[in-house]
């Protein structure tokens, strides 16, 4: 296997970024980080309890600082949370330290897959539909200029997912590897 940088998923809550990331470690046999998770278990607390005491820029100043520890590491495979690229910081550092893969889905399919989800704060205000609409308005463009690679989920099994990311990750790092 080629020696590949970092792998960096990004997109927004639903994309399947814990899933995907998580069988493309084991496919590569490498150390997967989700941020959030990360954040999590060193704060001891959830991110809904995050937002509640700290507010939504208390948990983005605890995400640059996690996404800057964790960028750092080599041969990794790291998932980040929705809004990570909200900030310039974050996008420089996932661009500056590992090929970004941008898992792309609709708003249709992040209201299948976050219907039932309780721990996503800024889906509990108003209509989800709506919110959604909003932040992929905002954020797909910083997804777009952030990103290396671009791979639609929607509709897709993960594993479908995991094998596309590696034959076009192997596809920049060398192209004469892949001839598919």
Known sequence: MLDLPNLILIGPMGAGK??????????????FLDSDHEIQARCGADIPWIFDVEGEA?????????????????????????GAVLREENRRALRDRGTVIYLFTTVEQQLRRTAKDRNRPLLQRGDREQVLREMFALRDPLYRATADIIVRTDRRGPRAVVNEIVRRVTRLVDPLQCKA
């Open 18 to 31: 814990s899933t995907i990331g998580r069988l493309l470690a084991a496919e590569l046999s490498r150390d």
């Open 58 to 82: 208390g948990f983005r100043e605890r995400e640059s600082q996690m996404i800057d520890e964790l960028t750092h590491l080599e041969g990794v495979v790291i998932a980040t949370g929705g």
